[in-house]
């Protein structure tokens, strides 16, 4: 059996536990058809109520708001997303999880990282995520430092942490795949400092190219770095002011997960820290608009009330 194939067995029985008399959506595009067919190949062996859908590209970034998909999303036991463009903070998707449905999302996964979680300690990586989820929820302000010039603070205080453990086994729940994370909503209009992204929103380890966003009264306020900092203004534009609220605050908590260029694995990856601009609908926020775009922030130092939970991309929290 390859990477591949053993991945695809453990994404279906232990990540998601579909059981027998259980009904299956998969949805795909194109460029994802490969491994969506493998993942129904196993998971036919195990349901004959198994459906692979390909909704189109157009349809899965206006938010599969097409009305008869969303219902459809919201009829079956489970529902595991492999596309191009997340799904994750999508109105649908939430809909069909308070509808309880289970509900798995692997936005843009590379062969690496998928033939990845053939091997990592998925209970290991769970017990640290929720570890730290409590952590978040009891602290009042974050410090984000790291060599490569980023220097945040960001207030916290109020808000709820969460944890992306890998399974959903229980009616509702939603996780990313490869999995490892605990994040939380900052306060409203408070983080202040200097973001420099490492990977995502448009930029790859191996640009030359910086990508410094400046951070006031909890917003964007100037983005610079040539040609990525030009295609990132452009994109957020498009959705006006709210776009440039930071939305989430992610720590990576997957030791297995490795550094690659992708923000779905890199944001993972233990000693490592992100940041959203955009929706914050999923972790309590009020802000409905249809982007959501993380940047992630290597070998981090991560300080919580004045205690240091990562120094320089290691975790020292005892």
């Not at 990592?120 to 989820?133: G, T, Y």
Request: charged share 25%.
């Amino acid at each position: 059996m390859t990477k591949m194939e053993k991945a695809a067995q453990r994404i279906i029985r232990e990540c998601i536990g579909l059981g027998k008399n259980e009904s299956l959506l998969i949805l795909a595009d194109e460029p994802m058809q490969e491994k969506a067919e493998l993942l129904h190949r196993v998971a036919t062996k195990i349901s004959k109520n198994v459906s692979l859908l390909y909704p189109g590209k157009a349809s899965i970034a206006a938010g599969l708001d097409f009305a008869p998909l969303a219902l459809y999303m919201q009829s079956v036991s489970a529902l595991i997303a492999i596309t191009t463009c997340s799904i994750s903070h999508t109105e649908a998707r939430r809909k069909a999880c308070q509808k309880g449905v289970r509900c798995l999302s692997m936005p843009n996964i590379l062969d690496p990282s998928f033939a990845r979680i053939a091997d990592f300690d998925i209970k290991k990586v769970a017990r640290l995520s929720m570890k730290l989820r409590d952590i978040l929820t009891i602290a009042k302000e974050a410090r984000i430092q790291s060599a490569n010039g980023t220097d945040l603070r960001i207030p916290i205080a109020g808000n709820n942490g969460s944890a992306d453990l890998g399974m959903v086994l229980e009616p509702g729940e939603f996780s990313n795949l490869p999995a490892g994370e605990a994040s939380i909503m900052p306060e409203d209009g408070k983080a202040e400092g200097i973001w420099i992204v490492d990977s995502g929103m448009g930029r790859n380890p191996q640009d030359k190219e910086s990508l410094v966003l400046t951070i006031r009264d909890g917003r964007a306020a100037r983005i610079t770095g040539g040609r990525i900092a030009q295609s990132l203004s452009r994109r957020l534009s498009h959705y006006g002011a709210d776009a440039r609220i930071v939305a989430e605050l992610g720590v990576g908590t997957n030791s297995f997960a490795k550094l690659c260029g992708s923000p779905l694995e890199d944001e993972k990856v233990l000693g490592t820290v992100h940041l959203a601009l955009g929706n914050n609908v999923s972790f309590g926020g009020t802000n409905q608009i249809p982007i959501h775009l993380d940047g992630v922030i290597y070998n981090a130092t991560l300080t919580l009330d004045g205690k240091e939970i990562l120094n320089n991309g290691r975790w020292v929290l005892q």
